[in-house]
């Protein structure tokens, strides 16, 4: 906006110049033609309003100017109402990166009328993560997090307070804890079992789409492990379809929340789908809990939705849970554990798949330390030590997530000598951050070899302490969900590795390069493989014959 207005200044000095020399805002050339000093009342009136206007206008500019010079991180210059939002293209997490090579590692820009910070190096990420991070713990009030989160009665879109602390300990203790994950096993492995035989009872003359396979590996484990039952065909594809949905409202850069009173046209047709999305949601997980109530059987083992009813009941609690809560949890449980596995093994079999060095070497190890006697079991991962790095560096590369977001709500900030004003959003861009090269050397090359040197060993259940790898998040907010993850996408890539051998089919090769189409798509919050992987393959294991 300055270059706009420094253009327009020059028309309003000289207009002060003519005011003052012939006490009018009119052109010289018609001044000349005025008679001298015959002036009424109201146009000396008239010349004090424009010049006090006048002068009015250069000291906000400057007041302007000033504060966006002297307090705030540098960055691109904004555009009237819309801000900085044309910048952000079809790939957010690469424009921002690009404009940080410009700006720097901490950038401030406006995303229509929100000051928004996007931080895209670990050392500045340590600050608002670490140093800053109870004051950033906070999530943006979205329209679509307000939607879907049954009005912030969840935890993974609420405010950080005791409420959201109440909740999040109920999940990482009832679902999450290792004791609880360990007593799970049993799910994961009939699931990943499932998932093979349809491998196995498939058209193999045909590719098969690697991301229709696993379509439903998260959801059904997620489900099992949450809901204590798998839902039928029907319903785990309304869960499937409700996810994607709910990831892409989630994501989105939703005008009405960044141009607020523009919100009412729904120019996006976003909140349209939010409500329409509502619906389904609200029908799905009352069901769920329905089901649960009528059920009432107390030698059925209990699951996280009795827990929550449980807790919902118990009037002594601190903060008592609705069932705007229940479904709320359930609600992110869901979004957690359904595609999150999948996208990290997408990406892993394609990275194996164009590096075959990568490949034999995966599978050299499983038949190292599982033999090709059996399937792998769960309790064989901890000794693939090579897999659990390939895992690691799709991680780094390919994180399902695009963005950490956080929300400086209640009080300004001083972050590394700029001071921070309240209602800031924040984004802390994954992508960049785990390609950094300062961090990483040979930063856009598939290397797995790096986690299991020195420094990569220091990347654990606990996270990086470099920030240079933020793919779960880090502080207050990190993903309580990080254990399961892993484990899902690191058993699922060994027995698909395991069991068969693959390759590409003809046509999914660039042929001028030979390179597979590694390109990605921003799917609101995540980021998925534009291009579905499809591969062929044929049985490794000849145990696996019973399967059909
Ligand atoms: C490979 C798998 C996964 C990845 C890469 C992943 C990544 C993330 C990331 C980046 C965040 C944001 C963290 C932050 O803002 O600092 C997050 C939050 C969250 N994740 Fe995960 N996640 C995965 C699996 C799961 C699973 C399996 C669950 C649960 C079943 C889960 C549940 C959650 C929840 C509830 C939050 C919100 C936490 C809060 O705001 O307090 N995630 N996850």
């Excluded at 799910?187 to 690697?210: A, F, K, Q």
């Excluded at 780094?396 to 972050?415: D, E």
């Excluded at 986690?451 to 790898?469: C, L, P, R, T, Y």
Aim: charged content about 25%; aromatic content about 10%; hydrophobic content about 40%.
């Amino acid at each position: 906006m300055l270059p706009a207005i420094v253009s327009i200044l020059p028309h309003f000095v000289f207009g002060l110049a003519d005011c003052i020399i012939v006490g009018s805002c009119f052109s010289t050339k018609k001044t000349m033609e005025l008679e001298f000093p015959q002036r009424p009342v109201s146009e000396s009136v008239e010349f004090y309003v424009k010049f006090a206007s006048a002068l009015l206008f250069v000291v906000l500019v400057a007041a302007w100017s000033k504060k966006r010079k002297g307090r705030l991180p540098p960055g691109p210059f904004p555009l009237p109402i819309i801000g900085n939002l044309h910048m952000l293209g079809a790939l957010p997490h690469r424009a921002l990166a690009a404009l940080s090579m410009k700006h720097g590692p901490l950038m401030s820009l406006r995303l229509g009328s929100v000051l928004t910070l996007v931080v895209s190096s670990p050392e500045v990420a340590r600050e608002f993560l670490k140093t800053h991070d109870q004051l950033f713990a906070n999530k943006p009030p979205s329209a679509a997090a307000k939607h879907l989160s049954f009005n912030f009665s969840d935890f993974g879109f609420t405010s950080y307070s005791p409420y959201w602390r109440q909740l999040r300990k109920l999940c990482s203790l009832e679902l999450l804890s290792p004791r609880r994950l360990d007593y799970f096993r049993f799910i994961r492995e009939e699931e990943v079992s499932t998932m093979i035989r349809s491998i196995v009872n498939s058209d193999d003359s045909r590719p098969l789409n690697i991301n229709q396979t696993l379509a439903s590996l998260g959801t059904a484990i997620i489900c099992r492990m949450a809901f204590g039952r798998k839902y039928s065909d029907q319903d785990l594809r309304g869960f499937s379809s409700m996810v994607r949905e709910s990831f892409f409202l989630l994501g989105s850069f939703n005008i009405g929340d960044y141009i607020p009173y523009l919100d009412w046209m729904d120019l996006q047709g976003l909140n349209r789908r939010m409500k329409k999305l509502q619906k389904t949601q609200e029908h799905l997980l009352e069901k769920v809990i329905d089901e649960h109530i009528a059920r009432n059987d107390p030698n059925v083992t209990h699951d996280l939705v009795d827990i929550l009813l449980a807790a919902s009941a118990d009037k002594d609690r601190e903060f008592q849970i609705s069932r705007d809560g229940i479904k709320g949890v359930l609600f992110d449980m869901l979004l957690g554990g359904s595609d999150t596995a999948a996208i990290v093994i997408e990406w892993a079999m394609s990275e194996a798949l164009r590096n075959p060095p990568v490949m034999k070497k995966l599978q050299d190890e499983l038949e190292r330390v599982v033999g090709l006697g059996r399937m792998v079991c769960e309790s064989d991962l901890p000794r693939l030590v090579y897999l659990q790095a390939v895992v690691k560096e799709t991680l780094r590369l390919y994180a399902p997530g695009s963005f950490l977001t956080r929300y400086l709500s209640a009080q300004s900030c001083n972050v590394l000598g700029y001071e921070i004003p309240h209602n800031t959003l924040v984004l802390v861009n994954i992508w960049a951050i785990g390609r950094n090269p300062m961090s990483w050397q040979d930063a856009g090359n598939f290397r797995p070899e790096r986690f299991m040197e020195k420094v990569g060993s220091e990347i654990d259940a606990n996270g990086d302490q470099n920030f240079g790898f933020v793919s779960f998040g880090a502080g207050r907010r990190r993903c309580p969900g990080q254990q399961l993850g892993t484990l899902v996408a690191e058993f699922g890539l060994a027995q698909l590795l395991h069991c068969f051998n693959w390759r590409l089919p003809l046509d999914d090769i660039n042929r001028e390069n030979e390179e597979l189409d590694m390109t990605e798509m921003f799917c609101g919050i995540l980021l998925r493989k534009a291009r579905e992987l499809s591969a062929i393959s044929t049985p490794r294991l000849e145990c696996i014959a019973h399967l059909k």
